[in-house]
């Protein structure tokens, strides 16, 4: 309901009524700001032109109703058009009565809004005149139209502060709609997009574009005139130049190789970053939509701050560092030549599905090495064997290689039901010792996929392997099957080695009781002879015993020799006292020693000295080095010793015979190189293969060494570690 | 002297020839069997008749200790001594090495003075573990 009042009277506002009513007359106008901004409890928008801040300080009634507002907790929102005249006023409205100032560039609307009322001065001001008429209104909807007006301007308007320093620093010679803009910024209107990335590609200096196949085809549909005369610029020395990265594939080759005429760099990356972008000197466009041929980009970001310029700069030069040359990409694809590639695969479920498709792929081989039986056992357990069987079945050879005992590997094999034997899948045990900590399989030679086993512990599959390194290039694809072959080698011979370690044993058992036998009955019934001839005949058989029995001692160590070469020599350990066996020995050889010219000496160590090892063997080494002492020393002493150092015991028997000839003296303890009447030429060979095998050393000297040229014989050491007492 | 009867088993005629020579000389009666079937089968028929047997260990059709075994099924108290030109492994016969004292196995060959001292401790000896020395 509009109602009119005369010009003279003044007409307040009386109730709270919705009404709608033109004021008129500048003090009813004056007073009806005032009474409107003194009834307003939250908030007032105030929408200006360039002509209002100076009224609103300078006219102190004014002035004073908007601090008293201010001081009840209203808020005041103003937008106007920020001046180099009305600029010290906007700046007093800043600090002392707006809650937040902005300003919107030409700006001409004059209305204030509260929550509940709306004002609007009727007529165009002069500058610091107050109004001549004024609407007000406080019915809801008009108060809601215009707070939507308001909303509007306010939207688009810039804060005070920036408006100010532009004004204080002086302004640029760009447009004041050019200065309107963020240093970043977003643009959702597909027109202005086209628009700004021409503005960014004309005002270059130099260019550099990251672009997928999609967005080449549009920048050459939108921009490839502007980019042409750039290149011309550039052959006049005025342009940087301008440089592509995108991935060439057989779709937009034709579209590189024109880029390329036309003097663009160009290089192939074949894993782009997920976003795109164009990059000049001054500014950076960039978007993370992925467009397909010539669609229209719908969201872009534009911006000139150095930060973003710096980060996108350095991402496009290690891009381009890595990138190859377009015109080898080209020629490539032309000529259909995959190139060679080696790739890092981080996860674990890739690198099975690559596997996977690399086995399926094969046309004639497939070599697999598997770090542990841990590692086999995982990969049966997701099907690997069921893949190899198919595979084999189209006439691929599949060759394994685990290192594991033959009997484990086929426990695994059975957990799957698998029809067994698998003919064409050759299994290969190779040597425990072999695990190793990475997995390979080579497809015909030509692919392969290495992965590391990062722990064995785990069941699942997934769990257990770590980073897997792919390649398509044929020399390390040669390299990983010629390391494939050697083990597969070796796991044969591994095998003929067990084989033949198992037949030496047989034969060593076979071997013995062959020659012990016959001696038997030639000693036995000799001895029963023996006593029934005459002296002569007597003689007779004596020669037959002495002869047996030599053939006797040489069967026994030809059987040890044996056992000794082929690494099956068992010791019996048992702990006893080495004293005793050492004084029981010397008691044996005395009875031995035939003349009175030779002395033994031993000293009986009261001590028990305890020792484990094979206490028959053990026996059988001091005897021989005794009985080797009797041999050699015509007169003088043997002398026998025992020493204990650290942990080991030293057992040291030294003569007084003829010591050691130098020549043979480094082969002393090699086969058949010294001989005593009726010894076989072997018995230092084996003492050190028992020594050795006790994990102790055995040697000899002559004793002239020890400096003094007037002492005869030799003396022969040998140690046994670990005793325990 | 009252003769002692021993029972000899080798699958080598030589063997038993020489020592039922050695035996005879000092005094003992001897059976003897090249089959190791057959000597099973004759010990069952002199039941308890054996002062010791000796048996050698590698033999076709049964090896020396299957037939100690089967003979101890018949008489547990038998003597025995193993006379034997193969090496002695332990592995499979670990429970006859442990019940039996260490004199009883004699690797050929073996003088004949010392065999006969041998045979006559073995026979005085009670030859299970009570008594077993090393």
Known sequence: MVTSSSSSSFSPIKNAKERTEVVYGIENVINTVLQFLSQTNNKIDACVDYTRPSLSIDFLALKNAFLNAKKRGVKLRYVTEITKDNISYCKQLLTTMVYELRHLDGMKGNFYISESAYLAPATFHEKGKPASQIIYSNVKEIVEHQSYVFDSFWNRAVPAERRIKEIEEGTSSLSAAARLHYKTRIIDNSDEIVKEISRLTASSNKLDNCLNSGEMQYSYNHFFDIKKKLLDKQKKGEHKGIRYITNINNENAHLAKTYLDYGIQLKHVKNLPPMSFGISDKEIALTIEKMDDGKVVQSLLISNETLYLKHFSSIFEELWRNGTDAVDRIRELEQGIEPARIEIIETPRKAVELARNMVKAAKYEVLRMYPSLNAFRRQVRIGALHLFREVVQNGVKVRILIPADRQQIMQVVSEVELALPLPQIDIRSIDKSLQTHIGIIVADRRDSLIIELRDDTKENYYEAAGLAAYSNSKPIALSYASIFDTLWKQGELYEQLKAYSVAQKDFVNIAAHELRTPIQPILSLSEIIRPKVDNKEREYIDVIIRNAKRLQRLAEDILDVTKIESYSLTLHKERFNLNEVISNTIQDIRNQISNGKVKMLYEFDKDLLFIEADKERITQVISNLLSNAVKFTKEGTISIEVEKKDSQVFVIVKDTGEGIDPEILPQLFSKFVSKSFEGTGLGLFIAKGIVEAHGGKIWAENNNNSGNGKEKGATFYFTLPNINQ | ?134
């Open chain 2, 1 to 134: 002297m009252i003769n002692k009867r021993v029972l000899i088993v080798d699958d080598e005629p030589d063997v038993i020839l020489t020592l039922k020579i050695v035996l005879e000389e000092n005094g003992f009666k001897v059976d003897s069997f090249t089959d190791p079937l057959l000597a099973l089968q004759n010990f069952k028929e002199q039941d308890g008749m054996y002062d010791i047997i000796i048996l050698d260990i590698k033999m076709p059709k049964m090896n020396g200790f299957e037939l100690y075994r089967q003979i101890k099924k018949i008489d547990d108290k038998v003597k025995v001594c193993f006379l034997t030109a193969s090496e002695m492994y332990y592995d499979a016969y670990e429970d006859i090495f442990n019940t039996l004292d260490v004199k009883c196995f004699i690797q050929k060959p073996i003088e004949n003075k010392e065999l006969i001292d041998r045979l006559n401790k073995i026979m005085i000896i009670d030859s299970t573990t009570a008594n077993k020395t090393t």
